[in-house]
């Protein structure tokens, strides 16, 4: 479908090519001034250069044309000084215009793009240190980011890209050691199968690794047994190789645990340790190509491009003592990932700290021609989730905050809140229950809100608030519809029984809960018939617009500040409209049509965020 912005410039477009100018210059947008007009096309300022005409009469000769639809398209189309074109849509156009978006099935989101194949690399977990605060933006947003490609008709896949290389592994290997000396893959002169089963629990692996950390810091002898064990295992030791194993599966379990309850799913679980391979016969080609040079010891690229403002440091493939590091990894990585699917973008998500990591990945794999131009490598760099205090969240205790507590305590507040309702109708199973997906909406919410390069404060208070602009209250919205939905459906299916009494139908199947099509009667959405409906009306035709922007500037927070304009459209709406109380048959069933839809992009635009809706709250 044409979005609607689209839909109405090409009216205006024809309307200036009727007046003899070039039909482009009919651009329209949505008013900046919305006391004034619903629209505005600003073509003949634009115009009035290339025909050497004063503005203000080219928007005269435009806005007469555009009468020709007064009544129709327009309820107003005006010239105003010194040349904009001044717009109101005709109600009929809107809810014709509607009634088509109602009845497609991206909800009018126009999908004429080439579709593309892209990688989401996000989550980013490091294998047996804790999901902590800093990986829950990388999984929030990237999961927003995937589910906005998919929805715009890309084929998107989503990389957990673990953390399970490196130092971090002979840390904990080493600790394992030196407290079960005993255990097999420690033994170099053990022949036989490993165990199948871990000789740790995860809360002892979470447990091990801040140890280690902590040991290797201050012993430096630790450190360096450490080191030796890390390079052991890259080398292949088949005892570390085996423990290796342990460590992963025990953490993936894990972590696959934690982000269920985020609603964060991921279609690749692979991580650094896989790229591994492809790191030698990568290094060869860099070095064979005359990329790839020796400074200081070191393996390196030059990165630096003429114009930079600031310092590009050359990319480090290889150390003077023979480990590849981060970066080598992820350059790794990218020639995995094109060699198992041809992609067309990779978008990353890590904190924007790590801007430079990933300036210089970008830089040094389109150099070496790891990827082609028209690859887009698209990094989001996110901000800082703080405390009240300004300062990077922690728990009270002061310690890095575990997302599972997190997660807790948000539902917690959530909870406290459904119980102080002297009106609540649930008991406290049902309430615990609706707290998990209230508290999911809240937390994400809070952090999608923001745009993702800002740092924001995280306040349990205001992202649990069912007021104001919070993931709550737009749940709330939806809960709202869903009851007024379900109290028309019960009402229809009651008088239907009444009528059918005859044929001995128990009233109770009739009653039940209502499904989709007792709800939605087909039929058009109707002409508005107020001003609060216009409004909401003209809000559910902005989805389309709201959706290619999002996608354009990869933004999950517009998604946030359009499901918050709707569902303070829909409010006013409520609050304004008898809907089931309305008379008149044919406009209540319109009502309850215009509603539906306003429930269908709501939840549309909450699963695009990664969320969704109790049934009551
Ligand atoms: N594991 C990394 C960290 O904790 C994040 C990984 C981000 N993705 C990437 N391809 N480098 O900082």
């Not at 009468?67 to 010194?82: C, I, K, L, N, Y």
């Not at 047994?225 to 890259?234: I, K, L, M």
Request: proline share 5%; charged share 25%; net charge negative.
């Amino acid at each position: 479908m044409k979005k609607i912005l689209d839909a109405l410039s090409e009216l205006v477009g024809e309307a200036f090519a009727a007046c003899g100018y070039d039909a482009s210059y009919g651009k329209v947008t949505v008013s900046n001034r919305p006391d004034l007009c619903e629209f505005q096309c600003n073509g003949a300022m634009a115009g009035a250069k290339a025909y050497k005409k004063a503005p203000f009469k080219i928007a005269g000769e435009v806005a007469e044309q555009l009468q020709t639809r007064r009544g129709s398209v327009w309820r107003e189309a005006a010239a105003v000084p010194p040349g904009f074109i001044n717009l109101t849509l005709h109600e009929d156009f809107l809810a014709a215009w509607l009634t088509g978006a109602a009845g497609d099935e991206k909800l009018g989101c126009p999908r004429s793009h080439v579709s593309q194949n892209i990688l989401v690399d996000y989550g980013g977990p490091n294998v047996a240190k804790p999901l902590h605060i800093g990986h829950l933006r990388s999984a929030i947003i990237g999961e927003s980011v995937k589910r906005i490609c998919r929805f715009m008709g890309n084929r998107v896949i989503g990389d957990v890209h673990l953390g399970d290389w490196g130092l971090q592994m002979g840390l904990i290997m080493q600790e394992l050691k030196e407290r079960k000396p005993d255990l097999p893959y420690f033994d170099p002169n053990y022949r036989g199968e490993y165990p199948q089963e871990a000789p740790f629990t995860i809360n002892e692996l979470e447990q091990i690794y801040p140890a280690a950390s902590e040991k290797s810091k201050k012993d430096e002898d630790f450190s360096r047994r450490a080191h030796d064990t890390t390079f052991a295992f890259q080398k292949g030791d088949p005892g570390l190789q085996a423990l290796w194993h342990h460590i992963v599966n025990v953490s993936v379990r894990d972590l696959k645990e934690n982000y269920r309850k985020l609603n964060v799913d991921f279609d690749l679980w692979y991580g650094e340790s896989d790229a591994q391979p492809f790191i030698p016969a990568m290094v060869e080609k860099m070095k064979a190509d005359g990329y790839a040079h020796e400074s200081q010891g070191a393996l390196v690229v030059e990165v630096a491009e003429e114009g930079d403002t600031k310092e590009i440091p050359p990319c480090i493939l290889v150390k003077s003592d023979g480990a590849t590091l981060y970066s080598t990894t992820d350059l790794a990585t990218i020639v995995q990932r094109m060699e198992e699917d041809s992609l067309d973008q990779i978008i990353y998500l890590a904190d924007k700290r790590q801007e430079m990591h990933f300036t210089q990945v970008f830089r040094c794999s389109r150099k070496t021609g790891l990827v082609t131009d028209n690859v887009r490598l698209k990094y989001i760099g996110f901000g800082t989730m703080n405390g009240k205090d300004g300062k990077p969240f922690k728990t009270r205790s002061g310690g890095v905050m575990r997302l599972e507590y997190l997660i807790r305590e948000i539902e917690e507040a959530v909870y406290r809140r459904i119980m102080e309702n002297e009106n609540r109708t649930m008991d406290e199973a049902q309430a615990r229950e609706t707290a998990a997906v209230v508290g999911l909406a809240a937390l994400k919410y809070g952090d999608l809100s923001n745009q993702a390069s800002k740092d924001y404060v995280f306040d349990i208070e205001r992202f649990s608030s069912f007021e104001g602009n919070t993931g709550p209250y737009i749940l709330y919205t939806i809960v709202r519809i869903k009851s007024i939905l379900e109290k028309y459906a019960q009402a229809k299916a009651g008088a239907s029984v009444s009528a059918e009494m005859e044929e001995d139908r128990p009233a109770e199947s009739q009653a039940g809960k209502p499904s989709e099509d007792t709800v939605s009667a087909p039929g058009p959405i109707l002409a508005a018939a107020s001003a609060s409906e216009k409004q909401l009306q003209l809000c559910l035709a902005q989805f389309s617009e709201t959706m290619v922007t999002a996608y354009h500037e990869l933004a999950p927070h517009k998604i946030c500040q359009y499901v918050y304009e709707l569902s303070n459209a829909f409010n006013q709406f409520y609050h304004e409209t008898k809907i089931l109380a309305e008379p008149d048959p044919v406009r209540r069933e319109g009502y309850i049509r215009l509603i539906t839809l306003t429930k269908k992009v709501l939840e549309t635009g909450i699963d695009l965020l990664g969320f969704y809706a109790p049934e009551r709250m």
